[in-house]
């Protein structure tokens, strides 16, 4: 992948470098097989956002330094890097890889190995004791940045289907990126987080159960 694929997503708005040149760390993760792979379209997972501490030697809190401001070496310190890369490994992709395993009949070690991988909300949310959702956090700001964000991806990638790992996160997309008049030939849709045994087994079906009709009837 080049390194100015998204650069030009969101060049001259809120984030007027470019939202991917501001934060390269958080451009989507994916292999080879994403593009190449003929045995599935193409799919991008989107999870909520990253989250860091309130040690964390940042600006994360504050989404007008965050967006806008000039202190680059406090949006993500070198310590931090690794707790936002898309490319770090989540113990709940593991329930997704069974998921695919089951599904293509294959050996999938790891959800990169088939799909792109992305968070949503492009700051991180605070870690409140066992609380890391972004819902407490979220701005006007942070919708618009996102919504313009995973836009200009799904423009420039094209994929077949976009998975949120997010319900809140899905519905904050939709309801912005309708509000703007935004239309894709892909189909977006979400399920439960995997992380969560109950959420992801839930009788109601929107974890497990939907994540392999979504796969076998618009991936496969």
């Known amino acids: 992948m080049e390194p100015n694929r998204y650069s030009n997503i969101g060049k001259g708005g809120i984030v007027k470098e470019g939202i991917f ?3 390269p760390d958080l451009i989507p993760a994916f292999s080879d097989n994403y593009w190449s792979n003929a045995r599935h379209k193409k799919l991008i997972i989107v999870g909520e956002s990253n989250y860091f501490d309130d040690n964390a030697d940042s600006v994360f809190k504050n989404p007008e330094k965050w967006y ?7 949006l993500i310190p070198e310590t931090k890097k690794t707790d936002v890369n898309n490319w ?11 998921t695919i395993n089951n599904v293509l009949d294959s ?19 605070t870690v409140r004791g066992k609380n890391r959702s972004f819902k407490k956090d979220c701005t006007q700001m942070d919708r618009e940045v996102a919504e313009i964000a995973l836009c200009g991806i799904i423009d420039i990638d ?19 990126s309708s509000a703007n ?11 439960n987080h995997p992380a969560h045994p109950a959420s992801w087994h839930h009788k109601n079906g929107n974890g497990i159960h939907k994540f392999e009709k979504l796969l076998k009837e618009h991936w496969i």
């Open 158 to 176: 094209k994929p077949d289907i976009v998975i949120f790992v997010s319900k809140y996160a899905y519905m904050e997309f939709m309801k912005y």
């Open 88 to 98: 770090k490994a989540y113990r709940s992709f593991d329930r997704l890889c069974k």
């Open 181 to 191: 008049g935004y239309n894709s030939n892909t189909l977006i849709d979400y399920v």
């Open 21 to 23: 040149n501001r934060f």
């Open 107 to 125: 050996n999938c070690e790891h959800v990169y190995d088939e799909a792109a991988f992305y968070n949503y909300f492009l700051r991180p949310a």
């Open 68 to 74: 806008k401001g000039d202190d680059l070496q406090h």
